[in-house]
C-alpha cells in the first residue's frame, strides 16, 4: 500500500513538474497591428466598429487601459520593442525607406533572441520595415542581413510598408515568385525609367486607389505608392489578398511547431494605408476602408485564435494583441476614412493620434491572455510599455539579458500579467519630442514643431510653451497646468533629460 502511494505520489510530482514546465515555457503569439487607436476596438469603447474576436480576447484576458508604442510612428516603435532600447537614442531610426538597410546591427540581443536562446521555435509574418540587407543591396539576390540575424529562424515578411516599393512578399531572404528574367528594381532617390507611369503622371491609371498626399510614384495594381520600382511582375503582392496570405502563413507556422514551444510575432498590414480590404469585408463597416480593414483585421485575429483552439494549444498559448502607434485618418490616399467616420473617434478619449506628442500618438490598446494565469476579463490601468517586453519576456524564459541589451527595458511582468497594479514610475512617449510620464502626470516640452500635421490634420501636440496635464483629470490634455505646477515642471524635466543621458536605465545594464 505504502508503495503503491509513493508510486502515485512520484506520478503526481513528475505531471505536476511537468505542468509546471509547460506554465514555464507557454507559447507566445504576438499579433502587432498596425496604426490601430485606442478606440478602435469595440472592446475599447468603439460602437460603430465591431470586432467580436478582439473583445474575445479581452473577455478572457486582461485589458491594459495605459499602455503604450514606445513611439508614435512604425520603425520607431519596432526599433524599441526588439531592441528595448529607446529610438531617440539611435540614429537611422526614423520611418524608413523601403530601401533602407537592417537598423538593427545583426547578432544583438533583441525579443526574438530570448525565445531563440530558450529553445524556442520563432518567426515573424507580416510588416517588418526595419530595414533589410545592406547598404545598396541587390533584391534579386540573397536578402540579408534581416531576421535570421536577430533571433527569428523564419519570416514571410512586407518589407516595409503597403504604401513604399518594393511591393513584393520576402520570405527566408528570398522574393517569393521572383522570375530571374525579370529583375527587381529599387530606387528612392529617382524614378528608374523617366518614361514608366507614375500616379503623378499617370493618374487615370489608378483604377483602385488615388493618394490624397504624397504616395505619387510608382504604380502597382492601380494605386501608387511611395518610391519606385521596376521589374518583378509575377512576384508583385495583390493588395486585397495581404491579410489573408500572411495570416494563412501565421498559422501555417503555428501547425509546424505545433509540439514544441513557439514565438510568433504576427505583423499585420491592417490598418495602415493603403486600406484595401479583401471584397468580402468592403462597405460591411459603413465606414469606408478604414473601418472595413478594421473588421478584417479582427477576423485574422480570430483566424488565429481558432487555430489554436482546433490544435487545443489555447491553454499553453499567451496572446498578447498590440499596436504599433495611435490612429491616422486621412494618411495620405483618397479612401472616404475622413468622410465616414461620423461619431467613431479612433484615439478614444485621447488626443492626437500617430505622429503626434499627445497622448493619442501611443496610447493603444493591449490585451493579454493566459489562461489558468491571467484572470479572465479583467483589466488594468498601470502604465506599461511594450518596451519592457524584451526584459520582462527574458525572465519568464529564465534568460539572462547580456550586460549591454535593452537599457530601456524594464522587467515588468507581473504587471503586464495583472500581478500586481504597480506600472513604471516613469516612461518617456517619444513623437517629434520626448514627453515623460510619471504617474497621472504627462510633460511635453516647448518645441518649434507644427501644432497641426497639416496633411492627416492631426494635433501635434508641439507648443513654444512647455505643457503638463493630468490625465487622471484630463485625458483629453486641454489643462495646461504648467503655470500652477512650475515645481513639478522642473522635476519632470530634470528627469526627462537624465533619462536622455542613459542615467535612468535598467538595473543591471553597462555599457
Ligand atoms: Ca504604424
Known amino acids: 500500500m505504502l508503495r503503491c502511494l509513493l508510486a502515485c505520489f512520484a506520478v503526481l510530482n513528475v505531471s505536476a513538474a511537468h505542468a509546471g514546465m509547460e506554465q514555464n515555457r507557454p507559447n507566445v503569439v504576438f499579433i502587432y497591428a498596425d496604426d490601430i487607436g485606442y478606440g478602435d476596438l469595440s472592446c475599447y469603447g468603439a460602437t460603430r466598429a465591431k470586432t467580436p474576436n478582439l473583445d474575445r480576447l479581452a473577455r478572457e484576458g486582461l485589458r491594459h487601459t495605459d499602455a503604450h508604442s514606445a513611439s508614435a510612428t512604425c520603425t520607431p516603435s519596432r526599433y524599441a520593442l526588439l531592441t528595448g532600447e529607446y529610438a531617440f537614442r539611435r540614429n537611422g531610426t526614423g520611418v524608413a525607406r523601403g530601401d533602407a538597410s ?13 525565445f531563440d536562446q530558450a529553445g524556442y521555435a520563432t518567426s515573424v509574418v507580416g510588416k517588418w520595415h526595419l530595414g533589410l540587407g545592406n547598404p545598396g543591396m541587390d533584391w534579386n539576390g540573397p536578402i540579408r ?6 533571433g527569428f529562424d523564419e519570416h514571410f515578411l512586407i518589407p516595409a510598408t503597403g504604401d513604399r516599393v518594393p511591393c513584393v512578399y520576402v520570405e527566408n531572404e528570398k522574393v517569393v515568385g521572383l522570375d530571374p528574367a525579370d529583375p527587381i528594381k529599387v530606387s528612392f532617390d529617382g524614378p528608374l525609367d523617366p518614361s514608366a507611369p507614375t500616379g503623378k503622371s499617370h493618374p487615370e491609371l489608378l483604377f483602385r486607389m488615388k493618394p490624397s498626399h504624397g504616395h505619387d510614384m510608382t504604380i502597382v ?6 518610391g519606385y520600382m521596376s521589374g518583378g511582375k509575377k512576384a508583385l503582392w495583390d493588395d486585397e489578398t495581404m491579410a489573408d496570405v500572411i495570416t494563412e502563413k501565421a498559422i501555417d507556422f503555428v501547425d509546424r511547431h505545433a509540439g514544441e514551444p513557439f514565438f510568433l510575432f504576427f505583423s499585420t498590414h491592417d490598418i495602415h494605408v493603403p486600406r484595401v480590404p479583401h471584397p468580402r469585408f468592403v462597405g460591411k463597416s459603413g465606414m469606408g476602408p478604414r473601418g472595413d480593414a478594421i473588421l478584417q483585421l479582427d477576423d485574422s485575429v480570430g483566424r488565429l485564435l481558432e487555430a489554436l483552439d482546433a490544435r487545443k494549444l489555447t491553454d499553453k498559448t499567451i496572446v498578447i494583441f498590440s499596436s504599433d502607434n495611435g490612429p491616422v485618418v486621412d494618411d495620405g490616399y483618397v479612401d472616404r476614412a475622413v468622410e465616414d ?3 467613431h473617434k479612433p484615439a478614444g478619449p485621447f488626443r492626437g493620434g500617430k505622429y503626434s ?3 493619442g500618438g501611443t496610447r493603444v490598446p493591449l490585451i493579454i491572455r493566459w489562461p489558468g494565469t491571467i484572470k479572465p476579463g479583467t483589466g488594468s490601468d498601470a502604465l506599461v510599455c511594450q518596451i519592457d517586453f524584451l526584459a520582462s519576456f527574458a525572465r519568464l524564459l529564465g534568460q539572462e539579458l547580456p550586460k549591454d541589451a535593452g537599457p530601456d ?8 500579467l495583472g500581478r500586481t497594479a504597480e506600472g513604471r514610475d516613469q516612461l518617456v512617449e517619444h513623437a517629434g519630442v520626448t514627453s515623460l510620464r510619471t504617474g497621472p502626470w504627462k510633460f511635453i516640452p516647448a518645441s518649434n514643431g507644427p501644432a497641426i500635421n497639416k496633411l492627416t490634420n492631426t494635433e501635434m501636440g508641439n507648443s513654444r510653451s512647455p505643457q503638463l496635464y493630468d490625465l487622471k483629470h484630463d485625458p483629453g490634455e486641454t489643462r495646461n497646468l504648467v503655470d500652477s505646477e512650475q515645481a513639478r515642471v522642473k522635476k519632470m524635466q530634470a528627469m526627462l533629460d537624465a533619462i536622455r543621458k542613459g542615467e535612468l536605465s535598467r538595473p543591471g545594464f553597462a555599457r
Not at 544583438?108 to 530570448?114: E, G, I, N, S
Not at 542581413?145 to 536577430?150: A, F, N
Not at 527595458?409 to 503586464?416: A, P, Q
Open 357 to 359: 506628442n499627445f497622448e
Open 409 to 416: 527595458s524594464f522587467e515588468t511582468l507581473d504587471t503586464l
Open 221 to 226: 495594381d492601380g494605386i501608387s505608392r511611395i
Open 102 to 114: 537592417l537598423i538593427i546591427e545583426p547578432g544583438r540581443f533583441t525579443l526574438a533572441k530570448a
Open 145 to 150: 542581413p534581416g531576421p535570421k540575424d536577430l
Open 341 to 343: 467616420l461620423g461619431s
